[in-house]
């Protein structure tokens, strides 16, 4: 009954690390979405991808880069990562139409040290 | 600027009784409106989804309402139980485009026995 997988629940890595966070959905959407989540500031959107090898920006791309080489595989690069990324990271893949839901991965816990 | 504000940013009840937590947006165009239940750790799992027409919806326990006219919405728990304990999300739609959405800072929610 899974439906949005991301590859780890808890990752702690060091400062100037690359971190790579998977997603992967088998509900073959188009749409893929990036998101983190820090207290009293909701979810904010990194990054989006509407197809395989499109992606789009968000609201707070800076920081991040994303991949899509195939279509149930969206997976978020935090080039060198820092201290303000600690964050939960959650993926999402909405169904297309107007009244339809969105599922979301389980999240990802990130610690950088 | 699009907004989702939800009060009260916490709240603590006991096993037993009822609460209204409140979502105020200032979103435009607006598609739809979306309560979601997030466990701790957890990714958030959608409750209700409701458009422009829609007043009330309902899923067991929980009801939803909606005011397109003041911006409002709430969402009210009957007979609270320990498991409800969670933050509840409100998101809205912005019509059009990839599916934007634009999420409140969330309430989370603490049912005491």
Known sequence: ?????????????????????????????????????????????????????????????????????????????????????????????????????????????LTVV | KNQVEQSPQSLIILEGKNCTLQCNYTVSPFSNLRWYKQDTGRGPVSLTIMTFSENTKSNGRYTATLDADTKQSSLHITASQLSDSASYICVVRVRGGYNKLIFGAGTRLAVHP
């Open chain 1, 1 to 109: 009954d899974v439906k949005v997988t991301q590859s780890s629940r808890y990752l702690v890595k060091r400062t100037g690390e690359k971190v790579f966070l998977e997603c992967v959905q088998d509900m073959d959407h188009e749409n893929m979405f990036w998101y983190r989540q820090d207290p009293g500031l909701g979810l904010r959107l990194i990054y989006f991808s509407y197809d395989v090898k499109m992606k789009e920006k968000g609201d707070i791309p800076e920081g991040y880069s994303v991949s899509r080489e195939k279509k149930e595989r969206f997976s978020l690069i935090l080039e060198s990562a820092s201290t303000n990324q600690t964050s939960m990271y959650l993926c999402a893949s909405p169904f297309p139409g107007e009244r339809t839901e969105a599922f979301f991965g389980q999240g990802t816990r």
